[in-house]
């Protein structure tokens, strides 16, 4: 096979080399008189300095005819991406792993040398070798000469410019256990963290096991490091190959309140707290005056509270139609009434307080934060209280526990967690 391609027209159809019988010394054929060489100019020799494809001269012995076909190296400098491809590579293939040793080939018809500068080599996770063909200058001819000699060498193609296009097709010829594209992982119910990455890359089957998922990022901005550590901590390692900034923090402007009490009465005091609502506590509030119509008559008020010019009572009640009857009549007097039932959870408290102060709010999914491109999220339930701060920010409340590293994420992101 190989000889055929040596004896057919392919060398004149090759835009990027052309044969020139004169670089080509074989065995000599005697006949009746002597020949001269043809000689003919490169066509394309001042159009292009890449990937340059030259037939060597070189002594030959008669016992061995053939030609040495030497794949020079460019004039250029290696690509600037080859050094942080080559780290990014020393991570994600497991640790003790030989280097790939240069391609040389040897047969009768022709010796193939590639330079591994110019066309850099890597090791697959199953042993076989990875040749980087980034600039696509590597000939048609020396990538069948080379498949031809070892099938097991994979070519890649792609270029770092196209940072996803290109970690995919070196993952996909990477040899490892399992390649996923545009994973989404999630981590916990309520609170919830989502992570979105180009790849996701397992190692062998007992990765997961092990600790040794890896997430991959093509991106050029950078997950927040405080993720990343997170990340870490769940097992999962994220290689950012081409990000040349991490994510910042951004100023405090938000708060995320948090209450783990369940009782009715304390949840109202958190509530007040935040809205900076102050309240008096065991009020007597008066239904009738005995100045007025010689009755008098207070309602017993566990908070009471002014807010905007409107009056506020929050009252137990434990089943008694007279009480209930009393804060009907209250509400007749211009009382904003808050009734709490011994049972009433987090949920329900602050539905019935907030409900009554004409706050739009009610318990649900929110979205906190999430990072450039939906690289990330993180969602929890609560009631959020926009523009409630005086600088415009948010309060989020909630009874759902958040764990530090969630903290942590969330103060990056602007909130500060407080816990009553």
Known sequence: MIADLLSTDCWAMDPRFELDPAQVQKKSIHTDGPK??????????????????????????KEQPGSVLQLAAAGSPAAPDQQQIRVFWDKLVPAGMSAPQPLIFKSEVFDLAIDPTRYPLLKAADGRTLLLDTGGTLPPLVRTLIQ????????????????????????????????????VMTFGKDPQLKVRSDFKVEQSAESVMRNEVMLISAARQGYP???????????????????????????????????ASHDPAQVIDLLLETLAAPAERNKRVELFKTAESGIGLSVAAERYFERGGRRYVVAR??????????????????????????????????????????LPSRYSTHQLMTGPGGQYS????????????????????TDRPIESAMRELLYDHGYQVQER
């Open 225 to 259: 490091l405080r993720l990343t550590e997170y990340l870490k901590g769940q097992g999962v390692k994220l290689l950012e190959p081409f990000a040349e900034q991490s994510a910042s923090p951004v100023p405090l402007r938000h708060r995320v309140v948090r209450t």
């Open 378 to 397: 993180f969602e929890m339930s609560g009631f959020m209280l926009e523009n409630t701060a005086s600088d415009g920010g948010s309060v989020m409340l």
């Open 36 to 61: 001269k060489p043809a000689r003919r100019e490169s066509r394309r020799s001042a159009r292009t300095q890449r990937g340059v494809l030259a037939l060597h001269k070189h002594a030959v012995e």
């Open 317 to 358: 009640f434990t089943g008694d139609p007279i009480t209930y009857t009393l804060f009907r009549l209250l509400e007749t007097k211009g009382y904003r009434v808050v009734i709490l039932e011994p049972h009433d959870s987090f949920n329900t408290v602050a539905s019935k307080l907030l409900s009554r102060m004409d």
């Open 148 to 183: 031809e000699k070892d099938p097991g060498i994979r070519i890649i193609t792609a270029s770092p410019a196209d940072g996803r296009r290109f970690l995919g097709e070196l993952l996909a010829s990477g040899g490892f256990y399992s390649v996923e594209e545009q994973p």
